[in-house]
């Protein structure tokens, strides 16, 4: 018999829950609920490499326990998400995503949450290919803005272009003030692991949050960076 995981265990929706509750009563976080009087921004969920949108769902599921319509969330599923394919050639998909959201809802604008490869994915939408103007907020989690020596293990092209100074790197972070009059936040971990130096995780210019949460993968499971993107996000003026 498959031994059950614990409640609390942050792989499963649950866990979320739970620690979110446990959060809350330790005063280390809390739940903010989006505003009943207005109808909240949809939000595209972006995966990170070797990810996919179920690992996004805990998150999903959290947004909707705050009060998001399920409707007017989405995690988009990149294929293939494993490094095969250029930044360039995702960043495509993720606009796809974003505009069959934007028509689905009849929004103008989107929020877009993206972990790890998926924030440099978004940020190419947005900066290179006229994504910006439909972007409220972006929140990115753990993203290689400034690359990652761990990249130089694998040969993937997307791997390549994640290694620090790379030409695509350095073309991304160019421009002073790429993101228009979208509100962009930046959220990190000095105990990443997998972005190293850890502070190449941080972007310049954005608003910055810092989590002492263990290992790079546990940032998108972890109560008080989901709470903190709903806090962000449920906002109806700039936090």
């Known amino acids: 018999m498959t031994p059950s995981r614990p409640l609390a265990d942050p792989r499963h929706p649950r866990g979320v829950f739970v620690g979110l509750l446990l959060a809350t009563l330790t005063g280390c976080a809390t739940l903010p609920a989006v505003r009943a009087s207005s109808e909240p921004v949809p939000v595209l969920f972006v995966p990170g490499t070797d990810d996919n949108a179920n690992r996004?769902?805990?998150?999903?599921?959290?947004?909707?326990?705050?009060?998001?319509?399920?409707?007017?969330?989405?995690?988009?599923?990149?294929?293939?998400?494993?490094?095969?394919?250029?930044?360039?050639a995702i960043a495509y998909q993720v606009g796809r995503a974003a505009e069959a959201l934007r028509r689905r809802t009849h929004a103008e604008r989107v929020d877009v949450v993206a972990f790890s490869q998926g924030a440099l994915s978004t940020r190419y939408w947005m900066q290179s290919l006229g994504g910006q103007p439909h972007v409220r907020r972006f929140v990115s989690i753990s993203g290689p803005h400034q690359?990652?020596?761990?990249?130089?293990?694998?040969?993937?092209?997307?791997?390549?272009?994640?290694?620090?100074?790379?030409?695509?790197?350095?073309?991304?972070?160019?421009?002073?003030?790429?993101?228009?009059?979208?509100?962009?936040?930046?959220?990190?971990?000095p105990l990443d692991g997998v972005i190293f130096p850890a502070e190449n995780a941080r972007l310049p210019g954005t608003h910055e949050r810092v989590f002492h949460v263990p290992f790079h993968p546990t940032m998108i499971t972890h109560p008080g960076v989901i709470s903190a993107a709903i806090e962000v996000l449920a906002s109806a003026s700039p936090p």
């Not at 989405?74 to 394919?85: K, R």
């Open 56 to 88: 996004l769902n805990p998150m999903l599921d959290t947004f909707v326990a705050a009060g998001w319509p399920r409707d007017r969330l989405h995690a988009v599923d990149l294929h293939p998400n494993n490094g095969q394919l250029p930044i360039e």
């Open 147 to 189: 690359g990652t020596w761990l990249a130089y293990l694998r040969r993937d092209p997307a791997l390549v272009q994640m290694r620090p100074d790379s030409p695509f790197l350095l073309e991304l972070n160019r421009r002073e003030k790429p993101f228009g009059d979208t509100e962009v936040f930046c959220f990190w971990t």
